[in-house]
């Protein structure tokens, strides 16, 4: 039986992925299925560069504003999901186009990772979140180390609320984390777009980001959520910028000092990004993105080519 084709860009924070989304959209009849754990919030528009109303009008997207900033978003909610947005775009007779720069998300998806549902266990979390501010996340990393080594590998050991969902999944079924990557069955056909730039290039077009963001109200989107009861301590606030805004707005730093942490912040991001979308990873068409014409025109070209069957 073959499998579905998908049209698949990603890269960095700030690549560009959207931009090059919306043009192919012109070109060929695709709809965008959003791949960002961030992006699914209501009302976190501006610090997760969602894509604008007009560029939505254009080409139809999914995935975005689908839950609460109140609510919990997990892997497993997000393969239910895409899988049935790309079952949805396909019955219509249209391309799926993914796009995004959460690479565990886009793995799992691609890869048929084996993800169970596990519900969140609050009084697990809130015994694992005393560990971690008592003894630091180093703590949670060696409990982790101690029921799944090899989870750390794969499990971001700098992020507590990561080690505690490993550690809370593995609870729960009894089964490393870690094997949760292990291949299952593969749906998708994909062309993988990757985009990038030279890496202080991308740094200076962060910061500039940033200065754009504030400048467009990402204070007062800040501001409002913390009134419909956001806390900093929502996962959804995880969102580079979120807490560092909300630490200025309840006094804590100056708007100067949170804005060099958001863009410090990012960039450390970046480098993350490029853990999970390798360089050197051969299932990834890598173009640069200084000529952006050159870029899109690229792109193009490798779609015609795997749509028609041709590609290398």
């Known amino acids: 039986m073959s499998r579905?084709?998908?049209?698949?860009?990603?890269?960095?924070?700030?690549?560009g992925k959207t931009a090059l989304a919306v043009e192919l959209a012109r070109r060929f009849d695709v709809?965008?299925?959003?791949?960002?754990?961030?992006?699914v919030y209501r009302g976190m528009d501006i610090g997760t560069a969602k894509a604008t109303?007009?560029?939505?009008?254009?080409?139809?997207?999914?995935?975005?504003?689908?839950v609460e900033p109140t609510d919990e978003f997990s892997l497993a909610l997000?393969?239910?999901l895409a899988h049935a947005a790309i079952g949805d775009i396909v019955a219509r007779?249209?391309?799926p186009l993914l796009a995004g720069g959460t690479g565990q998300y886009l793995w799992a998806l691609l890869e048929g990772w084996r993800v169970p549902a596990v519900p969140p266990d609050t009084a697990f979390r809130a015994e694992m979140e005393v560990l971690a501010s008592e003894q630091g996340v180093e703590a949670l990393a060696q409990k982790l180390a101690q029921?799944?080594?090899?989870a750390l590998a794969v499990v971001d050991v700098r992020n507590p609320r990561r080690v505690i969902r490993a550690l809370e999944v593995q609870r729960a079924t009894g089964a490393p984390y870690s094997r949760l990557r292990a291949p299952g069955e593969r749906r998708y056909d994909s062309l993988i777009i990757g985009l990038t730039m030279p890496r202080e290039a991308l740094y200076q077009r962060i910061d500039q980001r940033v200065d754009e963001m504030l400048a467009a109200g990402w204070l007062d989107e800040v501001r409002r959520l913390l009134g419909q009861g956001v806390t900093p301590e929502h996962p959804s606030f995880a969102s580079t910028g979120y807490r560092e805004?909300?630490?200025?707005?309840?006094?804590?730093?100056?708007?100067?000092?949170?804005?060099?942490?958001i863009k410090t912040a990012t960039h450390r991001f970046v480098r993350h990004q490029y853990a999970w979308f390798r360089l050197k990873d051969t299932r990834i068409h890598w173009l640069d993105i200084m000529d952006a014409a050159s870029a899109v025109e690229q792109a193009a070209q490798l779609v015609r080519r795997f749509l028609e069957g041709t590609e290398a």
């Open 4 to 15: 579905q084709k998908v049209i698949v860009i990603v890269g960095p924070t700030a690549a």
């Open 31 to 39: 709809e965008v299925v959003s791949v960002d754990s961030r992006q």
């Open 53 to 66: 109303p007009e560029e939505r009008a254009q080409v139809r997207h999914h995935l975005v504003d689908v």
């Open 78 to 80: 997000f393969l239910a």
């Open 93 to 95: 007779g249209r391309l």
């Open 147 to 150: 029921v799944d080594p090899e």
């Open 245 to 261: 805004l909300a630490a200025h707005l309840q006094g804590e730093t100056s708007l100067e000092e949170a804005a060099r942490s």
